[in-house]
């Protein structure tokens, strides 16, 4: 057995090989590019987050590297207690840092060439966007946790068991070492779209702390250097648990001992010497689960679904790429779908009734499409009409949680996919009906007391449903269009985020929903009703203030309530005086651009520059945490052609650049507003970064275009 003053020594010695290790590739590094070499990661706006998060010394150059590695070597004491390992850990996590910032210069792929097949594009750091992607994941516990992968299984068929179970469960995971290839070995996606992320070996297990450094970073408004503010942080969130597994060395016990300074534990197969609550032994991999479960008590939310292919969270972002597909409906096919969810008496319908009319996959050929059309019919005691919608959009989100299935769209412009590994595992069309009626029961049972889906591939059968969900789709479209912020008297919070970012409260009206996108006022009014103490609290919006600026009486008095009094006035219709606060899982940043008096808007897949020279990274890191940045919005992207889009700034004319991508995906909508408000060329006037990135040639742009931002008062 290990002891715990053996492990201690352990963690020391490879503390001092760590820094070491870096101080030979450092003094390479600034001999062969010089001290004045930028250094950083893609991707990020923290610089080097390790030492962002640790240290008030900023980091921008390899000049700037020598002297921290000198604080934390002379930290170091051989002497083997808890203590001295936890400093070793800290210059071990400085060192990693080190190394991977040098492997990173002049390369965003450095190991491209070095990462076992199929994971090159993974490897490594993993960028700002996807924490954002996750983070309302995170703060509802849909993922419950993370857990961290280092060394090698005695057993690779049970690591994949375990991989499976924590999948199914909702988990967030990160692989290293050896665990990598092991898991390739039995088949096994892994990747960023899957939350399965292949960190790589030795150093490259930083990236894994660095995920959860930025996570305090970006959500809990934790400021560089505040050594106490971002351990107590860590320490809660997000729930990090390391799982070591095989023979421990010098260097893994010095990274776990670097995880452990940072609040998070460490569950091991090996015989130690525990430490309790930190430093765990479970040498039976049946329980290496629950016990990592039980040791941060995360929140399962999830219940098993009887279908034959894992399911979770993990596969929400997964593709399923065109030569990787075995069937699919509507999309570019122009095969009819249509995806309905409708209230009805008690009397129509059967709990639990699942019915399939048609050939389902098993009766195609490879690489076919075909007709699909969903009805989930649903009754319940307190089910209203307005909800239907609301439930629908769940649908979305409830079939990509199954590992192989793919969906994008609503209603009848569905796109849905099966891989022909989900086939090849027994993924059919007929288990859509068993995942919503589980779902739906899981996530809305104060609602719903009864559920039956019919799923559909047959022409004749969709034709005769096809008439009433189209009715219902007119019927939603009207009565929403007549939600407006001046006809409710209510609006409703969403303090969702707020165990990530403690000071943050989303405002939601008719006309504004929520900055992750996820959460509309009708969606914000229906968890009131299921979940009457949730986050989603009605506001009576009082007495008017600013009829233009959007402030009320009531309002502000929420905001006060829900900040902890760290805000006392909110105006809902600009972004220049006293805007609404951002957590960080915004998909969207709007930032003022003063040369062209407009504003820029970047949503968080694009990677580039932007006219505010700053990337989506870095602007996030100034907008997100919980504060008001005037100038400076977080915002779902629908807000954007919303009537009261920034109404009291000028509104959708304002809107001078953004990345191309994010204006093809909503061209529709975009040109739609754009006729309502009587130019309808203006989409056309927006530039992107395919025109400039330069505010100099924006602005002459602008003028070449005749850009109505030009003869907008000034935003300052």
């Given at each position: 057995m290990i002891s715990q003053k053996e492990l201690f020594g352990m963690a020391i010695s490879g503390g001092i090989s760590a820094v070491g290790y870096a101080d030979v590739l450092l003094n390479k590094a600034i001999r062969t590019h010089g001290p004045d070499k930028e250094v950083g990661y893609p991707d990020t706006g923290y610089e080097l987050p390790c030492f962002y998060g640790w240290t008030t010394t900023e980091v921008k150059k390899l000049g700037d590297l020598p002297a921290l590695l000198g604080q934390v070597r002379e930290k170091i004491c051989?002497?083997?207690?808890?203590?001295?390992?936890?400093?070793?850990?800290?210059?071990?996590?400085?060192?990693?840092?080190?190394?991977?910032?040098?492997?990173?210069?002049?390369?965003?792929?450095?190991y491209e060439d070095d990462a076992p097949p199929g994971t090159q594009e993974h490897c490594g750091f993993v960028g700002d966007p996807i924490l954002r992607t996750l983070g309302i994941a995170f703060v509802d516990d849909t993922i419950p946790g993370a857990i961290v992968f280092i060394g090698k299984a005695k057993d690779s068929k049970a690591l994949a068991k375990i991989v499976r179970d924590l999948q199914n469960k909702g988990m967030l995971l990160m692989a290293t070492f050896d665990i990598i290839r092991q898991l390739e070995d039995e088949g096994i996606n892994q990747g960023t779209d899957i939350m399965l992320f292949p960190l790589g070996e030795f150093t490259q297990a930083i990236h894994g702390l660095s995920f959860a450094i930025r996570a305090a970073l970006a959500f809990g408004g934790i400021q560089r250097g505040?050594?106490?503010?971002?351990?107590?942080?860590?320490?809660?969130?997000?729930?990090?648990?390391?799982?070591?597994?095989?023979?421990?060395?010098?260097?893994?016990?010095?990274?776990?001992?670097?995880?452990?300074?940072?609040?998070?534990?460490?569950?091991?197969d090996q015989d130690v010497e525990e430490i309790p609550g930190k430093y765990v032994v479970q040498k039976d991999y049946e329980q290496i689960v629950s016990t990592a479960i039980e040791l941060r008590d995360m929140q399962i939310?999830?219940?098993?679904?009887?279908?034959?292919?894992?399911?979770?969270?993990?596969?929400?972002?997964?593709?399923?790429?065109?030569?990787?597909?075995?069937?699919?409906?509507?999309?570019?096919?122009?095969?009819?779908?249509?995806?309905?969810?409708?209230?009805?008496?008690?009397?129509e319908v059967e709990d639990g009734k699942i019915t399939f009319i048609g050939k389902?996959?098993?009766?195609?050929?490879?690489?076919?499409?075909?007709?699909?059309?969903?009805?989930?019919?649903?009754?319940?005691?307190?089910?209203?009409?307005?909800?239907?919608?609301v439930l629908e959009r769940r649908i979305h989100q409830f079939i990509n949680f199954a590992e192989g299935a793919w969906h994008t769209g609503q209603r009848n412009l569905i796109w849905i996919r099966l891989s022909k590994k989900g086939v090849e595992n027994g993924l059919r069309f007929k288990h859509f009906g068993d995942i919503l009626h589980a779902k739906l029961h899981e996530d809305f049972g104060a609602l719903l007391n009864r559920i039956q889906v019919t799923i559909m591939t047959d022409q004749a059968e969709i034709e005769k449903h096809f008439p009433e969900a189209m009715k219902s789709y007119g019927v939603r479209d009207e009565r929403v269009a007549g939600l407006l912020d001046e006809k409710v008297d209510t609006f409703y919070t969403c303090t969702l985020c707020q165990s990530f970012a403690p000071n943050h409260v989303c405002i939601i009206s008719p006309e504004r929903l929520g900055l992750c996108g996820a959460i509309n006022w009708l969606d914000a009014k229906a968890s009131k009703e299921i979940t009457p103490t949730g986050p989603n609290q009605p506001i009576v919006k009082g007495e008017v203030i600013e009829v233009e600026k959007g402030q009320w009486t009531g309002v502000n008095d929420a905001v006060k309530e829900h900040t902890h009094g760290k805000l006392d006035v909110f105006n809902l219709y600009t972004m220049m005086e006293e805007p609404m606060t951002s957590c960080g899982?915004?998909?969207?940043?709007?930032?003022?651009?003063?040369?062209?008096?407009?504003?820029?808007?970047?949503?968080?897949?694009?990677?580039?520059?932007?006219?505010?020279?700053?990337?989506?990274?870095?602007?996030?890191?100034?907008?997100?945490?919980?504060?008001?940045?005037?100038?400076?919005?977080?915002?779902?992207?629908?807000?954007?052609?919303?009537?009261?889009?920034?109404?009291?700034?000028?509104?959708?004319?304002?809107?001078?650049?953004?990345?191309?991508?994010l204006k093809e995906e909503m061209k529709d909508r975009l040109n739609a507003r754009a006729e309502e408000v009587g130019t309808p060329d203006f989409v056309d006037k927006i530039a992107d970064e395919t025109i400039t990135t330069d505010p100099a040639e924006l602005a002459e742009y602008l003028t070449k275009v005749d850009h109505p931002a030009l003869k907008l008062p000034p935003m300052m």
């Open positions: 051989h002497e083997p207690t808890y203590e001295n390992a936890l400093k070793a850990g800290e210059a071990t996590m400085w060192s990693a840092e080190i190394v991977e910032a040098i492997r990173y210069i002049d390369n965003d792929n450095p505040d050594r106490e503010g971002i351990y107590n942080y860590l320490s809660k969130r997000p729930k990090v648990v390391i799982i070591q597994l095989g023979p421990i060395d010098q260097i893994k016990a010095a990274a776990e001992f670097a995880v452990l300074f940072n609040g998070s534990p460490t569950i091991t939310k999830l219940s098993e679904i009887d279908i034959p292919v894992a399911y979770g969270p993990a596969f929400e972002g997964e593709t399923v790429r065109r030569p990787d597909t075995y069937v699919e409906a509507g999309g570019p096919s122009k095969n009819k779908v249509f995806e309905h969810v409708k209230m009805r008496s008690a009397d389902d996959v098993d009766e195609m050929e490879d690489g076919s499409s075909t007709n699909l059309g969903i009805l989930v019919e649903i009754y319940g005691k307190k089910m209203q009409e307005d909800y239907e919608s899982c915004f998909e969207c940043i709007v930032g003022l651009e003063p040369m062209t008096n407009g504003v820029v808007i970047v949503n968080r897949e694009h990677s580039g520059m932007t006219p505010l020279g700053m990337k989506f990274s870095t602007l996030a890191g100034t907008v997100g945490g919980g504060g008001q940045t005037p100038g400076f919005i977080g915002v779902g992207r629908y807000y954007l052609v919303s009537k009261k889009f920034i109404s009291a700034d000028g509104g959708f004319h304002r809107i001078v650049w953004m990345p191309k991508q």
